[in-house]
């Protein structure tokens, strides 16, 4: 795999580093692909993959380190200036113009001119940009009409659009994240295929994927990262899942005994405070159960796209549900709307409380009582006793030691630990039964984490019942009784917390192993 | 309970709030505006001429108190000249008929509301964009308008119904038109629906952020058909001052209205983003559209003209409002 000169890397990336506030992304990591070499990237979520593969796209800019191309170092400046560098990246979400065709799409930016004077007038040669579109398909052995309109393929072949971008705009080095999330089997072997077809033409391929096994059947080497730094590298002879998942986890985690005491004994008799049974939203949830107990936290871990924040929207009535039962204090609930599931006495904080979570507009005190309006008006909602208003948003801001200078003060101007405080805020003022937390903690810094992580276990400790969704395991072991895994939709296994190791829920949470859920 | 230190704090920055007042700019527009007028045309600072300008913005103020509550809801309201035509003829076609002027002030509020209801049920629930929602009814209304009468205007409307827009009420030495001091009752009374009712706040809630406002529990969808159902009211209202004041009741009236009615919001500091915007915004935008009209008549501007000098005023009114923002 000789390179032109000296080194036989293609793409060389060096010490790279990158810090957002309150987290070390990146930390001094190297990485490097060969042509036709294909390089398999893996990690937790917040691992860091995402960060790196920005700075390779020119999204992101690094702090510190180095990036070579065919040995000579270079600046990226941005995503045009990558893909005119010859790296061409396909991210989950698609770029793609859904109204346009497969050919324009293909030529996005670069569309071909007309020979002559019609080309200088800015003419499009649509012919020949519809040929060459149908060359480069052809070649990747898809079946895809370059007139089609690219909002009525599918994701598989949507997907081949893309790399026959790449393709048509010679890249010589393709990342693709999380490729397969979204394919069915058939699709992922053809990708696979194609991957290895790439490759075979001298084509670098650096491959992101939380499904190790296809990670295993396509690259020639895996690059490990945790916690934003280059924990290993097996070439594939020496890869297996279990060694991947190993140095995925591989750090120390304490259980942390000492935060979640256990369940209260008398929560276990008469029915448990929240039960689900087939739970399903097709395409997105499958056939979800579980139970939750009055004072429990139940964490609910998963890799991005296993179905967690869609499975709560569907306990919470934000989305409707195909199917399922859900039983509350025993008593079945039949919930259409957000606001049913509040008045029931369940509350959900959303994962991302900027676009889901606040109203930034409006003040602190307004975006507590949202909720409580009808509580605190008089003369059946004609009035909003102001005075009220402001002592139920005091109480929340004083109880949660919410730092804000005003009660008036517009909440977009909080930090994000006390904008997350605000939001959780809303929802206590209400008494709820069961709190879904959705990424509570994502985003804030570590003084306000530890602030809401002790919130967390005080409301356990008065009997509310605690769902959890989490990204970083060590939050979910932490806090949680039990956890619940899923995978693709489903629920992969419920671990009680003796036996929620961080390997065990990776090993559920990579589908490699679905338990029938433990009912008790 | 003691008041912290906090709730202090919000009694304080209260005091200052005339000066933080988001009306502020706006007000200090209207008002260089009206002393530069009164310096080039004496005639505009006479109490008749005032009462004209106000008299002549009232119903385009009160159309726009509903729009205005559109636009906080981060929607948009094109049909609201054509409800104005059409709640207008609708009163005047029962006058007609021989009804009484309640009846008939009535159908026109009526006609107004189910414009406006049939708005917020394809906007809510067909999940239509407001924007062709409005724009089929405006234009739909219209076509009502032309088809009932024929394109011929309805006149001969009774004094008691006239009097409605005609009429001077007297307070101390001033005789103030009626139509003004009906705009002044539904300023406040819709200043105090936005900001002390829940339906306000909900209002401001879904418009901030639609998403938010969904997942504490608001009823979206409710909302919607509200502020459109509002907005065809207050619509209404304009519509049969309007006609009342004309004493004639055409299809053709208040034709090309919902852009004015949507710059008063505008330059009253409304985002069209949603989630801002007052009433007393709304009041002060509606009254310096109307104070630059008059003013170029009594300057002697050539009328043919002034639709360009009017454009121009509001580009120039919204940029100094965006830098004082800044």
Known sequence: MGGGSGSPYWLEMRGISKRFPGVQALDRVDFEVAPGEVVGLVGENGAGKSTLLKILSGAYRRDAGSILIEGCPVEIQGPDHARSLGIATIYQDFNLAPNRSVAANVFLGREPRRAGWAGRLGLVDGQAMRRRTRAVLEELGVAIEPEAVVGRLSVAQRQMVEIARALAFEARLVVMDEPTSSLGQEDVRRLLGIVRALASRGIGVVFVSHRLEEVLQVADRVVVLRDGHRVGMLPREQASPEALVRLMVGREVSAGPDGAPGVPEGARQGPPLLEVRGLTRRGVVQDVGFTLERGEILGVAGLMGAGRTEMVRLLFGADRADGGVVRLEGRPLAIRSPREAIEAGIMLVPEDRQHQGLVLKMSVADNIALPSLRRLARLGGLRVDRRRLAQLALNQVQRLRIRTPALSQKVMYLSGGNQQKVVLARWLAQEPKVLILDEPTRGIDVGAKAEVHELIRSLAARGIGIILVSSELPEILALSHRVLVMWRGRVAGILPREAATPERIMWLATGHEVLESRRE | ?326
């Open chain 2, 1 to 326: 309970m003691e008041p912290s230190g906090q709730a202090r704090a919000a009694e304080v920055r209260r005091g200052a709030a005339f000066l933080r007042m988001q009306e502020l700019g706006i007000l200090a527009i209207l008002l260089v505006m009206s002393a530069l007028l009164a310096v080039r045309a004496p005639q505009f600072l006479t109490s008749t001429n005032i009462f004209n300008v106000l008299r002549a913005f009232s119903w385009i103020a009160i159309a726009a108190f509903g729009v205005a509550m559109v636009i906080i809801t981060a929607g948009i309201d094109l049909s609201v000249g054509s409800v104005m035509a059409v709640a207008g003829l609708a009163a005047a076609m029962l006058l007609q008929a021989g009804h009484g002027t309640v009846a008939a002030v009535a159908a026109g509020l009526a006609t107004g509301w189910l414009v406006g209801a049939i708005n917020g049920a394809l906007i809510a629930w067909g999940r239509l964009p407001p924007f062709i929602a409005t724009l089929g009814t405006m234009s739909i209304a219209r076509g009502f308008a032309y088809g009932l009468t024929g394109g011929w205007p309805v006149r001969g409307l009774p004094a008691s119904f006239n009097r409605l827009g005609q009429y001077d009420v007297p307070v101390g030495p001033w005789q103030i038109p009626l139509p003004v001091l009906i705009m002044l009752a539904l300023a406040v009374l819709c200043h105090l629906f936005l900001t002390r009712t829940i339906w306000g706040y909900r209002i401001y809630a879904v418009g901030g952020n639609e998403q938010a406002a969904a997942l504490a529990g608001i009823d979206v969808r409710r909302i919607k058909l509200l502020v459109y159902s509002l907005s065809g009211v207050l619509s209404a209202v304009g519509g049969i001052l309007m006609t009342a004041r004309l004493g004639v009741a055409a299809p053709t009236a208040a034709l090309g209205y919902e852009l004015d009615v949507i710059a008063a919001a505008v330059i009253g500091g409304t985002s069209l983003m949603g989630g801002e915007g007052t009433i007393l915004g709304v009041l002060i935008g509606a009254a310096i559209m109307q104070v630059i009209r008059n003013g170029l008549v009594l300057m002697g501007f050539p009328a043919y003209w002034q639709p360009a000098a009017i454009g121009a005023v509001i580009i120039v009114a919204i940029m100094v409002d965006q830098l004082r923002r800044r």
